[in-house]
Protein backbone atom coordinates (compact mmCIF):
# COMPACT_ATOMS: atom_id res chain seq x y z
CA UNK A 1 0.00 0.00 0.00
CA UNK A 2 0.88 3.54 -0.68
CA UNK A 3 0.23 6.86 1.06
CA UNK A 4 -2.51 7.48 -1.95
CA UNK A 5 -4.19 3.92 -0.92
CA UNK A 6 -5.42 5.90 2.16
CA UNK A 7 -9.27 6.38 2.44
CA UNK A 8 -10.45 8.54 5.67
CA UNK A 9 -13.79 8.46 7.14
CA UNK A 10 -15.98 10.44 9.17
CA UNK A 11 -19.32 10.17 10.80
CA UNK A 12 -21.44 13.06 10.18
CA UNK A 13 -25.37 12.63 10.69
CA UNK A 14 -26.11 16.12 9.37
CA UNK A 15 -25.23 18.83 6.98
CA UNK A 16 -23.57 20.94 9.75
CA UNK A 17 -21.19 23.39 7.27
CA UNK A 18 -18.78 23.89 10.90
CA UNK A 19 -18.97 20.77 11.31
CA UNK A 20 -18.22 19.50 8.25
CA UNK A 21 -15.51 22.14 7.74
CA UNK A 22 -13.61 20.70 10.79
CA UNK A 23 -14.01 17.08 9.39
CA UNK A 24 -12.51 18.38 5.93
CA UNK A 25 -9.51 19.98 7.78
CA UNK A 26 -8.64 16.83 9.92
CA UNK A 27 -9.17 14.84 6.58
CA UNK A 28 -6.31 17.11 4.84
CA UNK A 29 -4.08 16.84 7.67
CA UNK A 30 -4.99 12.95 7.88
CA UNK A 31 -3.88 12.32 4.47
CA UNK A 32 -0.78 14.94 4.07
CA UNK A 33 -2.97 17.72 1.26
CA UNK A 34 -1.43 20.80 1.65
CA UNK A 35 -3.56 22.47 -1.21
CA UNK A 36 -1.47 25.59 -2.73
CA UNK A 37 -1.94 28.14 -5.70
CA UNK A 38 -5.05 28.18 -7.62
CA UNK A 39 -7.24 25.64 -7.17
CA UNK A 40 -9.93 23.92 -9.37
CA UNK A 41 -12.91 22.38 -7.60
CA UNK A 42 -15.50 20.20 -8.72
CA UNK A 43 -18.87 19.35 -7.55
CA UNK A 44 -21.60 16.82 -8.44
CA UNK A 45 -24.39 18.49 -10.25
CA UNK A 46 -25.95 16.52 -12.57
CA UNK A 47 -29.32 17.85 -11.91
CA UNK A 48 -31.45 19.70 -9.73
CA UNK A 49 -35.16 21.16 -9.69
CA UNK A 50 -36.75 23.89 -8.78
CA UNK A 51 -38.03 23.83 -4.62
CA UNK A 52 -36.54 20.00 -4.54
CA UNK A 53 -39.73 18.81 -6.56
CA UNK A 54 -37.64 15.74 -8.03
CA UNK A 55 -35.52 15.16 -4.85
CA UNK A 56 -32.45 16.97 -3.49
CA UNK A 57 -30.25 14.04 -3.04
CA UNK A 58 -28.71 14.18 -7.27
CA UNK A 59 -25.96 16.38 -6.26
CA UNK A 60 -23.39 16.88 -3.78
CA UNK A 61 -25.17 19.33 -0.82
CA UNK A 62 -24.53 23.01 -0.55
CA UNK A 63 -23.45 22.83 2.67
CA UNK A 64 -20.53 20.55 2.36
CA UNK A 65 -19.48 22.19 -0.77
CA UNK A 66 -19.41 25.30 1.44
CA UNK A 67 -17.31 23.99 3.87
CA UNK A 68 -14.92 22.15 1.78
CA UNK A 69 -14.66 25.58 0.21
CA UNK A 70 -14.06 27.51 3.07
CA UNK A 71 -11.74 24.97 4.09
CA UNK A 72 -9.47 25.34 1.04
CA UNK A 73 -9.97 29.10 0.66
CA UNK A 74 -8.66 29.70 4.29
CA UNK A 75 -5.57 27.58 3.52
CA UNK A 76 -2.58 30.21 4.27
CA UNK A 77 -0.70 28.99 0.44
CA UNK A 78 -3.86 28.81 -1.64
CA UNK A 79 -4.36 32.16 -3.75
CA UNK A 80 -7.97 31.62 -5.54
CA UNK A 81 -10.47 29.08 -5.75
CA UNK A 82 -12.54 28.13 -8.94
CA UNK A 83 -15.27 25.63 -8.61
CA UNK A 84 -16.81 24.87 -11.48
CA UNK A 85 -18.99 22.45 -12.97
CA UNK A 86 -20.99 21.23 -16.27
CA UNK A 87 -24.53 19.70 -15.51
CA UNK A 88 -26.45 16.97 -17.56
CA UNK A 89 -26.67 17.28 -21.36
CA UNK A 90 -29.38 19.76 -22.63
CA UNK A 91 -29.31 21.31 -19.60
CA UNK A 92 -27.66 25.10 -18.67
CA UNK A 93 -25.41 24.77 -15.92
CA UNK A 94 -26.23 27.80 -13.98
CA UNK A 95 -30.07 26.64 -13.94
CA UNK A 96 -29.10 23.40 -12.10
CA UNK A 97 -26.37 25.65 -9.73
CA UNK A 98 -29.44 28.22 -8.96
CA UNK A 99 -32.24 25.10 -8.38
CA UNK A 100 -29.45 23.27 -6.21
CA UNK A 101 -28.80 26.72 -3.46
CA UNK A 102 -25.37 27.31 -4.70
CA UNK A 103 -25.14 30.67 -5.59
CA UNK A 104 -27.25 31.31 -2.25
CA UNK A 105 -23.82 28.95 -0.61
CA UNK A 106 -21.54 31.24 -2.90
CA UNK A 107 -22.99 34.07 -1.18
CA UNK A 108 -22.64 33.00 2.55
CA UNK A 109 -19.25 31.74 2.53
CA UNK A 110 -17.62 34.61 0.96
CA UNK A 111 -17.87 36.58 3.88
CA UNK A 112 -15.02 34.15 5.38
CA UNK A 113 -13.05 33.56 2.62
CA UNK A 114 -9.97 34.46 2.88
CA UNK A 115 -8.80 33.75 -0.44
CA UNK A 116 -11.33 34.73 -3.93
CA UNK A 117 -13.87 32.08 -4.29
CA UNK A 118 -15.77 32.02 -7.74
CA UNK A 119 -18.43 29.93 -9.17
CA UNK A 120 -18.58 28.92 -13.03
CA UNK A 121 -20.08 27.17 -15.66
CA UNK A 122 -18.17 24.81 -17.55
CA UNK A 123 -20.48 25.63 -20.58
CA UNK A 124 -19.59 29.50 -20.55
CA UNK A 125 -15.91 29.49 -20.38
CA UNK A 126 -12.61 29.17 -23.02
CA UNK A 127 -11.52 25.61 -22.67
CA UNK A 128 -7.92 24.87 -23.14
CA UNK A 129 -7.39 21.56 -25.38
CA UNK A 130 -4.80 18.54 -23.59
CA UNK A 131 -3.63 15.56 -23.92
CA UNK A 132 -5.16 12.48 -23.15
CA UNK A 133 -3.92 9.64 -25.09
CA UNK A 134 -6.61 7.09 -24.72
CA UNK A 135 -8.32 4.80 -25.95
CA UNK A 136 -11.47 7.05 -27.05
CA UNK A 137 -10.20 10.76 -26.39
CA UNK A 138 -6.06 11.39 -27.66
CA UNK A 139 -6.94 15.25 -26.68
CA UNK A 140 -9.92 16.82 -24.29
CA UNK A 141 -11.04 20.66 -24.49
CA UNK A 142 -11.46 21.28 -20.93
CA UNK A 143 -11.99 24.32 -18.65
CA UNK A 144 -8.98 26.75 -18.91
CA UNK A 145 -8.89 27.31 -15.33
CA UNK A 146 -9.14 23.75 -14.32
CA UNK A 147 -6.26 22.79 -17.30
CA UNK A 148 -4.52 25.98 -15.33
CA UNK A 149 -5.04 25.06 -12.04
CA UNK A 150 -2.31 23.89 -9.42
CA UNK A 151 -4.55 22.00 -7.31
CA UNK A 152 -7.57 20.05 -8.05
CA UNK A 153 -10.41 19.02 -5.24
CA UNK A 154 -13.74 16.82 -6.36
CA UNK A 155 -16.62 16.96 -3.88
CA UNK A 156 -19.02 13.20 -5.67
CA UNK A 157 -22.07 12.57 -4.54
CA UNK A 158 -22.56 8.79 -3.79
CA UNK A 159 -25.51 7.41 -5.59
CA UNK A 160 -26.81 4.37 -7.51
CA UNK A 161 -26.38 4.94 -11.45
CA UNK A 162 -28.98 3.41 -13.57
CA UNK A 163 -25.98 1.68 -16.19
CA UNK A 164 -22.69 2.70 -14.45
CA UNK A 165 -24.19 1.11 -10.89
CA UNK A 166 -22.54 4.26 -8.83
CA UNK A 167 -21.33 7.32 -9.35
CA UNK A 168 -18.35 8.82 -7.37
CA UNK A 169 -14.94 10.82 -8.06
CA UNK A 170 -14.00 8.69 -11.00
CA UNK A 171 -17.01 9.06 -12.70
CA UNK A 172 -17.41 12.90 -11.52
CA UNK A 173 -15.10 13.16 -14.61
CA UNK A 174 -18.07 13.12 -17.11
CA UNK A 175 -18.86 16.71 -15.70
CA UNK A 176 -15.84 18.43 -17.27
CA UNK A 177 -16.88 17.81 -20.65
CA UNK A 178 -19.06 20.22 -22.32
CA UNK A 179 -21.82 18.90 -24.49
CA UNK A 180 -19.59 18.37 -27.97
CA UNK A 181 -17.08 16.70 -26.17
CA UNK A 182 -19.52 14.28 -23.38
CA UNK A 183 -21.38 12.97 -26.37
CA UNK A 184 -18.47 11.80 -27.99
CA UNK A 185 -18.79 7.86 -27.32
CA UNK A 186 -21.31 8.39 -24.66
CA UNK A 187 -22.63 4.49 -25.73
CA UNK A 188 -21.24 1.31 -24.65
CA UNK A 189 -17.70 2.75 -25.07
CA UNK A 190 -18.61 4.94 -22.66
CA UNK A 191 -16.46 2.54 -19.21
CA UNK A 192 -13.79 3.45 -21.28
CA UNK A 193 -14.07 7.18 -22.32
CA UNK A 194 -14.53 7.02 -18.15
CA UNK A 195 -11.05 5.86 -18.06
CA UNK A 196 -9.43 8.11 -20.58
CA UNK A 197 -10.78 11.30 -18.27
CA UNK A 198 -8.44 9.89 -15.96
CA UNK A 199 -5.54 11.52 -17.75
CA UNK A 200 -6.84 14.71 -17.08
CA UNK A 201 -8.88 14.86 -14.21
CA UNK A 202 -7.03 12.86 -11.02
CA UNK A 203 -7.71 15.04 -8.31
CA UNK A 204 -5.23 15.93 -5.41
CA UNK A 205 -8.19 15.55 -2.87
CA UNK A 206 -11.54 14.01 -2.65
CA UNK A 207 -14.06 14.74 -0.58
CA UNK A 208 -17.20 12.97 -0.89
CA UNK A 209 -20.65 13.58 0.20
CA UNK A 210 -21.96 10.31 1.78
CA UNK A 211 -24.21 11.70 4.78
CA UNK A 212 -27.17 10.82 2.53
CA UNK A 213 -26.87 8.85 -0.26
CA UNK A 214 -28.61 8.42 -3.66
CA UNK A 215 -30.56 5.12 -4.11
CA UNK A 216 -32.34 4.10 -7.58
CA UNK A 217 -32.15 6.74 -10.61
CA UNK A 218 -28.88 8.97 -10.39
CA UNK A 219 -31.00 12.05 -11.55
CA UNK A 220 -33.76 12.26 -9.02
CA UNK A 221 -32.63 9.42 -6.40
CA UNK A 222 -34.36 8.99 -2.89
CA UNK A 223 -32.21 9.65 -0.40
CA UNK A 224 -31.05 7.02 2.53
CA UNK A 225 -29.03 7.92 5.81
CA UNK A 226 -25.91 6.37 5.44
CA UNK A 227 -24.04 9.60 7.94
CA UNK A 228 -20.78 9.54 6.29
CA UNK A 229 -17.73 12.11 5.07
CA UNK A 230 -14.92 10.15 2.76
CA UNK A 231 -12.16 11.61 2.02
CA UNK A 232 -8.99 10.46 -0.17
CA UNK A 233 -6.15 11.07 -3.24
CA UNK A 234 -6.92 8.45 -5.20
CA UNK A 235 -10.12 8.17 -6.81
CA UNK A 236 -10.33 4.90 -7.24
CA UNK A 237 -9.41 4.41 -3.96
CA UNK A 238 -12.49 6.60 -2.75
CA UNK A 239 -14.68 4.92 -5.28
CA UNK A 240 -13.72 1.17 -4.08
CA UNK A 241 -14.58 2.03 -0.81
CA UNK A 242 -17.89 3.85 -2.02
CA UNK A 243 -19.43 0.89 -3.98
CA UNK A 244 -18.77 -1.22 -0.93
CA UNK A 245 -20.94 0.82 1.38
CA UNK A 246 -23.49 0.45 -1.79
CA UNK A 247 -23.45 -3.48 -1.31
CA UNK A 248 -20.85 -3.71 -4.94
CA UNK A 249 -17.72 -4.86 -5.44
CA UNK A 250 -15.10 -4.08 -8.03
CA UNK A 251 -16.74 -6.56 -10.86
CA UNK A 252 -20.28 -5.06 -10.14
CA UNK A 253 -19.21 -1.48 -11.29
CA UNK A 254 -18.05 -1.31 -14.98
CA UNK A 255 -15.84 1.65 -15.25
CA UNK A 256 -13.71 0.83 -11.95
CA UNK A 257 -13.51 -2.50 -13.55
CA UNK A 258 -12.23 -1.38 -16.81
CA UNK A 259 -9.85 1.29 -14.64
CA UNK A 260 -8.25 -1.93 -13.34
CA UNK A 261 -7.77 -3.55 -16.31
CA UNK A 262 -5.63 -0.29 -17.80
CA UNK A 263 -3.65 -0.22 -14.55
CA UNK A 264 -4.81 1.57 -12.21
CA UNK A 265 -4.76 1.11 -8.74
CA UNK A 266 -5.86 -0.08 -6.28
CA UNK A 267 -7.00 -3.25 -7.55
CA UNK A 268 -9.59 -4.29 -4.83
CA UNK A 269 -11.06 -3.51 -1.42
CA UNK A 270 -8.52 -5.22 0.72
CA UNK A 271 -5.58 -2.46 -0.78
CA UNK A 272 -7.22 0.35 0.48
CA UNK A 273 -6.17 1.25 3.90
CA UNK A 274 -8.96 2.56 5.89
CA UNK A 275 -8.43 5.18 8.37
CA UNK A 276 -10.79 7.85 10.97
CA UNK A 277 -13.84 6.33 12.17
CA UNK A 278 -14.35 3.07 10.34
CA UNK A 279 -10.79 1.37 9.96
CA UNK A 280 -11.43 -2.19 8.22
CA UNK A 281 -13.78 -3.62 5.77
CA UNK A 282 -15.98 -5.32 7.88
CA UNK A 283 -16.81 -1.60 9.71
CA UNK A 284 -17.82 -0.35 5.74
CA UNK A 285 -20.11 -3.52 5.55
CA UNK A 286 -21.36 -2.77 9.17
CA UNK A 287 -22.34 1.32 8.10
CA UNK A 288 -23.58 -0.18 5.06
CA UNK A 289 -26.83 -2.01 7.03
CA UNK A 290 -28.13 1.52 7.31
CA UNK A 291 -29.12 1.81 3.38
CA UNK A 292 -30.63 -1.40 3.42
CA UNK A 293 -33.06 -2.88 2.15
CA UNK A 294 -31.98 -3.51 -1.47
CA UNK A 295 -35.42 -3.61 -2.55
CA UNK A 296 -37.03 -2.47 -5.98
CA UNK A 297 -36.64 1.22 -4.48
CA UNK A 298 -32.53 1.01 -4.45
CA UNK A 299 -32.70 0.11 -8.40
CA UNK A 300 -35.26 2.37 -9.66
CA UNK A 301 -35.42 2.71 -13.29
CA UNK A 302 -32.69 0.52 -13.63
CA UNK A 303 -35.10 -1.88 -15.84
CA UNK A 304 -37.41 -0.30 -18.13
CA UNK A 305 -39.92 -3.44 -18.68
CA UNK A 306 -40.44 -3.67 -15.12
CA UNK A 307 -41.21 -0.40 -14.02
CA UNK A 308 -43.66 -0.50 -16.73
CA UNK A 309 -44.80 -3.88 -15.59
CA UNK A 310 -45.04 -2.62 -11.81
CA UNK A 311 -47.24 0.38 -13.10
CA UNK A 312 -49.56 -1.45 -15.52
CA UNK A 313 -48.61 0.63 -18.56
CA UNK A 314 -49.47 -0.37 -22.40
CA UNK A 315 -46.99 0.78 -23.40
CA UNK A 316 -44.26 -1.66 -24.86
CA UNK A 317 -40.94 -1.19 -24.71
CA UNK A 318 -38.06 -3.56 -26.97
CA UNK A 319 -34.21 -3.31 -25.99
CA UNK A 320 -32.41 -5.17 -28.89
CA UNK A 321 -28.71 -5.56 -29.72
CA UNK A 322 -26.06 -3.10 -31.38
CA UNK A 323 -23.48 -5.43 -32.21
CA UNK A 324 -24.41 -7.68 -34.90
CA UNK A 325 -22.07 -10.22 -34.93
CA UNK A 326 -22.11 -10.89 -31.19
CA UNK A 327 -25.71 -9.63 -30.65
CA UNK A 328 -24.48 -7.86 -27.42
CA UNK A 329 -26.55 -4.65 -26.25
CA UNK A 330 -25.42 -1.08 -25.95
CA UNK A 331 -25.71 -0.94 -22.45
CA UNK A 332 -24.64 3.01 -21.67
CA UNK A 333 -25.86 5.18 -24.62
CA UNK A 334 -29.86 5.89 -25.86
CA UNK A 335 -31.10 3.02 -22.77
CA UNK A 336 -29.88 5.69 -20.03
CA UNK A 337 -31.55 8.16 -21.87
CA UNK A 338 -34.41 6.25 -21.86
CA UNK A 339 -34.52 5.36 -18.30
CA UNK A 340 -34.26 9.32 -17.29
CA UNK A 341 -36.51 9.95 -19.98
CA UNK A 342 -39.34 7.42 -18.41
CA UNK A 343 -38.28 8.28 -14.64
CA UNK A 344 -38.69 11.90 -15.20
CA UNK A 345 -42.62 11.16 -16.50
CA UNK A 346 -43.33 9.25 -13.33
CA UNK A 347 -42.26 12.12 -10.51
CA UNK A 348 -43.70 14.56 -13.11
CA UNK A 349 -47.07 12.80 -13.78
CA UNK A 350 -47.35 9.59 -11.61
CA UNK A 351 -47.60 6.27 -11.72
CA UNK A 352 -51.55 6.65 -12.49
CA UNK A 353 -50.69 8.76 -15.80
CA UNK A 354 -48.64 5.55 -17.10
CA UNK A 355 -51.14 3.34 -15.72
CA UNK A 356 -53.38 5.58 -18.61
CA UNK A 357 -50.81 6.68 -21.22
CA UNK A 358 -51.34 5.84 -24.75
CA UNK A 359 -50.47 2.03 -25.77
CA UNK A 360 -47.33 2.93 -27.70
CA UNK A 361 -43.78 0.13 -29.02
CA UNK A 362 -40.71 1.84 -28.26
CA UNK A 363 -37.71 0.30 -29.39
CA UNK A 364 -34.01 0.22 -28.65
CA UNK A 365 -31.28 -1.42 -31.09
CA UNK A 366 -32.34 -3.92 -33.58
CA UNK A 367 -35.01 -6.06 -32.48
CA UNK A 368 -35.01 -9.23 -35.15
CA UNK A 369 -38.80 -10.09 -34.44
CA UNK A 370 -41.57 -8.81 -36.44
CA UNK A 371 -43.77 -5.60 -33.88
CA UNK A 372 -47.27 -5.88 -34.61
CA UNK A 373 -47.89 -1.89 -33.15
CA UNK A 374 -52.04 -2.48 -33.33
CA UNK A 375 -52.48 1.23 -34.84
CA UNK A 376 -50.50 2.93 -32.23
CA UNK A 377 -47.10 5.28 -32.77
CA UNK A 378 -43.99 3.05 -32.93
CA UNK A 379 -40.76 5.04 -32.16
CA UNK A 380 -37.52 3.45 -33.31
CA UNK A 381 -34.64 5.83 -30.23
CA UNK A 382 -30.98 6.11 -32.00
CA UNK A 383 -29.43 5.72 -34.78
CA UNK A 384 -28.88 1.83 -34.43
CA UNK A 385 -32.05 0.79 -33.71
CA UNK A 386 -33.85 -1.20 -36.33
CA UNK A 387 -37.02 -3.25 -36.26
CA UNK A 388 -39.99 -4.83 -38.73
CA UNK A 389 -42.98 -2.62 -37.53
CA UNK A 390 -46.50 -3.51 -38.94
CA UNK A 391 -49.79 -1.55 -38.67
CA UNK A 392 -48.33 1.05 -36.98
CA UNK A 393 -50.18 4.50 -37.07
CA UNK A 394 -46.60 6.45 -37.38
CA UNK A 395 -42.94 5.53 -37.01
CA UNK A 396 -40.98 8.11 -35.67
CA UNK A 397 -36.92 7.29 -35.54
CA UNK A 398 -35.10 9.42 -33.43
CA UNK A 399 -31.37 9.39 -35.27
CA UNK A 400 -28.98 10.31 -32.40
CA UNK A 401 -26.52 8.24 -31.15
CA UNK A 402 -26.68 8.24 -28.17
CA UNK A 403 -29.84 9.61 -27.65
CA UNK A 404 -30.88 11.98 -24.44
CA UNK A 405 -33.59 12.24 -22.11
CA UNK A 406 -33.98 15.67 -23.12
CA UNK A 407 -33.90 14.40 -27.32
CA UNK A 408 -36.81 12.32 -26.06
CA UNK A 409 -38.41 14.76 -24.49
CA UNK A 410 -38.77 16.87 -27.25
CA UNK A 411 -39.56 15.07 -29.88
CA UNK A 412 -42.12 12.66 -27.79
CA UNK A 413 -43.54 15.09 -25.74
CA UNK A 414 -47.22 14.24 -24.62
CA UNK A 415 -47.22 12.01 -27.26
CA UNK A 416 -47.34 8.84 -25.05
CA UNK A 417 -50.79 10.89 -23.76
CA UNK A 418 -48.68 11.22 -20.56
CA UNK A 419 -48.43 15.15 -18.75
CA UNK A 420 -44.87 16.16 -19.72
CA UNK A 421 -42.70 18.81 -18.21
CA UNK A 422 -41.72 19.96 -22.25
CA UNK A 423 -45.54 21.05 -21.57
CA UNK A 424 -45.12 22.81 -18.53
CA UNK A 425 -44.38 26.33 -18.60
CA UNK A 426 -43.26 26.67 -15.13
CA UNK A 427 -40.77 23.96 -15.98
CA UNK A 428 -39.73 25.14 -19.65
CA UNK A 429 -39.31 29.12 -19.25
CA UNK A 430 -36.63 28.76 -16.89
CA UNK A 431 -34.76 26.55 -18.92
CA UNK A 432 -35.10 28.83 -21.63
CA UNK A 433 -34.07 31.84 -20.34
CA UNK A 434 -30.91 30.56 -18.52
CA UNK A 435 -30.24 29.02 -21.73
CA UNK A 436 -30.16 32.45 -23.35
CA UNK A 437 -28.29 34.05 -20.37
CA UNK A 438 -26.10 31.11 -21.12
CA UNK A 439 -25.54 31.82 -24.23
CA UNK A 440 -25.34 35.39 -24.11
CA UNK A 441 -22.40 35.01 -21.15
CA UNK A 442 -20.80 32.56 -24.14
CA UNK A 443 -20.84 35.27 -26.26
CA UNK A 444 -19.22 37.94 -23.85
CA UNK A 445 -16.58 34.71 -22.68
CA UNK A 446 -15.57 34.68 -26.35
CA UNK A 447 -16.29 30.78 -26.00
CA UNK A 448 -18.30 30.63 -29.39
CA UNK A 449 -15.50 32.68 -31.57
CA UNK A 450 -13.28 29.91 -29.38
CA UNK A 451 -14.87 27.09 -30.37
CA UNK A 452 -15.77 28.55 -34.42
CA UNK A 453 -11.93 28.91 -34.29
CA UNK A 454 -11.34 25.31 -33.32
CA UNK A 455 -13.68 24.18 -36.04
CA UNK A 456 -11.79 25.69 -38.93
CA UNK A 457 -8.49 24.29 -37.74
CA UNK A 458 -9.85 21.12 -36.85
CA UNK A 459 -13.15 19.77 -38.38
CA UNK A 460 -13.95 21.96 -41.58
CA UNK A 461 -9.90 20.90 -42.31
CA UNK A 462 -10.31 17.49 -42.20
CA UNK A 463 -13.37 18.19 -44.34
CA UNK A 464 -11.93 19.50 -46.84
Known amino acids: MTKQDNVYIRRCENYDRDKIRSIVEDGMNALNYNPFGNIFVKPNVVFSSRKGKYGKTA??????????????????NVFRVDMGEKTAIGYPTRLTFKNAGYYNEMNHIRESSRAPVNLFCIDEEP???????GKIHDTLRIARKMA?????????????????????????????CSDDERAIRHDFLLNDKIVDLLAVGSPNFIVMDAIDVGVGNEAFPTPRKLGLVIMGTNPLAVDLVGARLLGYNLDDVPYLKRAVKRGYLPAAIEDVNIEGDLTSVADLDIAAKRILPYDEEFVRWQGINKELTRMASPIRFYWGYTNRETKAKCETGCIMGAKMFFGFLERFAG???????????????????????????AFLIGSCSHAHITNAKKVVKIDNCFTTAVDMAQIIRGRLGI????????????????????????????????????????GLQKRI
Open 59 to 76: YTEPSLVGASLLALSNHP
Open 127 to 133: RERVFVG
Open 148 to 176: QADSMVYLPKLKCHCVSTMTGAVKLNIGI
Open 351 to 377: VEAFKNAKPAVMVIGHVDEPIDAAGQE
Open 419 to 458: PSPITDPAEVLPLVMNALTASFKKTVNLRYAQDIGYFIRK
